[in-house]
């Protein structure tokens, strides 16, 4: 009894984190709700709940970047990528996680978020957004983020622009069984349960012994057998095998020969 309850302890466990799981990236607020934009957002479940940072030195300008896949990075609540100046240790929030935009291509998703803090002096003082570009790469779960790109030398929809490297948005590949190589294997499969199921049974319930352990061992000693004849009349090259020819030895008593004379032959 007490290992029932464990066990079902253990499955509602699981169901429950399978279900949180699930429920990460609806974390992220879409501009315009879309079931596309949705279902894009789920494959990028795998790199929830991890900060990605990355520190970029241009001039005399030093910053560390820290984003998060439908959360806070860096704890800050609502923001999904933060700048913070290495000198003043100021974060910037350069996109938020509740202004997602979602584009999903082949081999990779686009993760837009918008609504950040507004520039101080660049690009009309508009709002900031940051643009992450994530790419399939099987050999990686989640790569190194890296900074591309600050555009904002222009007056309107400036943008950051950062990489990542993931499996989690590779195409799923295609089967390269056949489905005769499916059923081949199933069939092995099969075999080896019935084989190695027998032989114990026969073994240590029947108490067989040598090749009596064998799974109904007659029962294929007679199709051993029945196949053998099939083969042999099948195969045969000629007809039907001639009898050898038999000879028969008479009983009867031989009748004594009648007796030659030959007196005449002598001289008178």
């Known amino acids: 009894m007490p290992l029932l309850v464990w066990t079902l302890v253990a499955q509602l466990v699981l169901f429950r984190s399978g279900v949180l799981a699930e429920e990460n990236t609806k974390r992220c607020k879409l501009l315009s709700e879309s079931t596309n934009e949705r279902n894009v957002l789920r494959l ?3 790199l929830t709940n991890r900060n990605f940072t990355v ?3 241009k001039d005399k300008e030093s910053y560390s970047y820290v984003f998060q896949v439908c959360g806070d990075a860096g704890s800050d609540k609502g923001a999904g990528l933060i700048q913070v100046d290495s000198k003043t240790k100021a974060p910037s929030k350069i996109g938020m996680y509740t202004s997602t935009q979602a584009i999903g291509g082949s081999d990779w998703v686009m993760l837009i978020y918008r609504d950040g803090d507004p520039y101080d002096t660049h690009c009309s003082k508009e709002k900031r957004k940051s ?5 399939c790469n099987r050999k990686v779960d989640a790569g190194q983020l890296e900074v591309v790109l600050e555009d904002r030398e222009r007056e309107q929809d400036c943008f950051y622009l950062f990489e990542l490297d993931s499996s989690a948005v590779c195409p799923a ?3 390269q069984l056949s489905a005769g190589s499916i059923l081949l294997i199933v069939g092995f499969c099969l075999l080896a349960v019935y084989l190695i199921g027998g032989f114990l049974y026969q073994r240590l319930v029947v108490g067989a012994k040598g090749m009596e352990q064998f799974p109904n061992y007659a029962f294929w000693v007679e199709v051993g057998n029945l196949t053998a004849d099939g083969c042999d009349f099948v195969c045969r090259s000629r007809g039907a095998r ?3 020819p038999t000879y028969s030895v008479s009983t009867e008593p031989l009748g004594e020969a009648p007796e030659e004379r030959d007196d005449h032959l002598l001289p008178m």
Do not use: N, T
Not at 131 to 135: A, D, G, H, Q, W
């Open 173 to 175: 590949l295609p089967s």
């Open 131 to 135: 643009i992450i570009m994530i790419s």
């Open 55 to 57: 520190e970029q030195k």
């Open 242 to 244: 001639e009898q050898p």
């Open 44 to 46: 990028l479940e795998p």
